[in-house]
């Protein structure tokens, strides 16, 4: 017993030691000094884990409140992708920060485990593998989502550790890595995208932002709905949302080349959604950043930047799965459009003509684009 708490004793203290050196990199580079919010977290769960429910308010009036009461940022300087530790650390934070947990509470705690089973992942390593990277990137976005009910949050906690990068030689995806290529070359969408970021931000964007320097990454998971979310250099697009996407087109009847045409209007859609919320995030220097603390060009807009920049090529909010479904769409139109503006025209697009339908569920991800149609249809 004795030779088994050593071996316990010793592997805490490598690992405390590790993370103290990881920090002393980490203060040292210019980032902000981490006061262990993932251990206290982490800690405060495993003590309340026998429990039916969990409440997170509980640790944050108890515990969070007196470790940093503020939301934290996630600045980018030399590769802060590595610094898995302000990564979890922002999550809880932004949890403690979050109006949800100030008036609603309590949670299944096998599914708030699910949550705890990522943070707890290699959180002495300094880097980051892909599936880490991709589950901690969409819990920073998510962890200041607007969703209202228990259920809601543990479900995402439940199902988004399902979440795998697709390998980038998958011959499936070899058609969609070519189309995003056209994407980032287009001068009209570059032009367009530059336009809403320095609107927004009011910074230029000239010689700093790259387009081509933003990678695509595919991902699988069981989030129904999950089409995609910024990352801090790349977007992560779900394969398995493109897989059901073309499942309920086929389903209904829709033709194979009305599929593929409307598959890459859509993912044509997520990408600008989501390179805007790359873009903001890097020209101020804050992965963590808010959306709605950005800027005042209108209250549903004020939510989500994405929206504001699919309107920059679209003039609206588009559902193009529901739009297939209307007897007024206008699939020439629209293909004609998109086929044009990724040639470098610089036009104009006629929502009326279209026949496109609005897509006016109620927005509550940043930098997450989930389409709630699917559960529609």
Not at 35 to 55: A, H
Not at 66 to 93: A, H, V, W
Not at 119 to 133: G, S, V
Not at 266 to 281: G, P, S, W
Request: positive net charge.
């Amino acid at each position: 017993m004795k030779q088994a708490a050593d071996i316990l004793r010793l592997e805490k203290e490598t690992a405390e030691k590790l993370a103290a050196k990881v920090f002393q990199k980490i203060k040292f580079r210019g980032f902000p000094v981490i006061k262990m919010i993932t251990s206290e977290f982490i800690k405060y769960f495993d003590e309340n884990s026998k429990q039916p429910k969990f409440f997170f308010s509980s640790f944050k009036f108890e515990i969070l409140d007196r470790i940093t009461p503020n939301k934290m940022e996630l600045p980018y300087i030399n590769g802060s992708t590595q610094f898995s530790l302000l990564f979890r650390d922002c999550i809880i934070s932004n949890l403690g920060i979050n109006p949800y947990f100030y008036e609603k509470d309590g949670h299944r705690t096998d599914h708030f485990s699910k949550l705890i089973e990522i943070l707890k992942e290699n959180r002495y390593d300094e880097y980051l593998n892909e599936d880490q990277k991709g589950k901690l990137s969409f819990l920073v976005h998510f962890s200041k989502s607007l969703c209202d009910t228990a259920d809601e949050w543990d479900d995402f906690f439940y199902r988004i550790s399902s979440l795998t990068i697709v390998n980038q030689t998958d011959p499936q995806l070899k058609n969609f890595y070519a189309y995003y290529k056209q994407i980032q070359s287009s001068k009209s969408i570059n032009k367009r995208i530059r336009k809403a970021v320095e609107l927004v931000t009011g910074k230029t964007t000239e010689g700093f932002l790259n387009f081509s320097d933003i990678k695509l990454n595919f991902f699988n998971s069981i989030v129904v709905g999950l089409n995609g979310f910024a990352g801090t250099d790349c977007i992560y697009v779900s394969h398995s949302s493109i897989k059901n996407f073309i499942q309920i087109l086929s389903s209904n009847g829709i033709s194979d080349e009305n599929i593929r045409k409307l598959v890459k209007l859509n993912f044509t859609r997520i990408i600008i959604h989501e390179i805007c919320h790359v873009f903001i995030r890097k020209t101020l220097n804050n992965f963590n950043l808010s959306s709605p603390k950005i800027f005042s060009l209108g209250k549903e807009e004020n939510l989500i930047f994405g929206v504001f920049a699919e309107k920059q090529i679209f003039q609206e909010r588009i559902s193009w799965i529901k739009s297939i479904f209307s007897s007024k769409f206008n699939m020439a139109y629209c293909w004609d459009f998109l086929e044009k503006i990724l040639d470098g025209d610089d036009l104009i697009f006629d929502f009326k003509n279209s026949g496109c339908v609005l897509n006016t569920s109620k927005i509550k991800y940043m930098a997450i684009d989930f389409e709630e149609s699917y559960d529609l249809l």
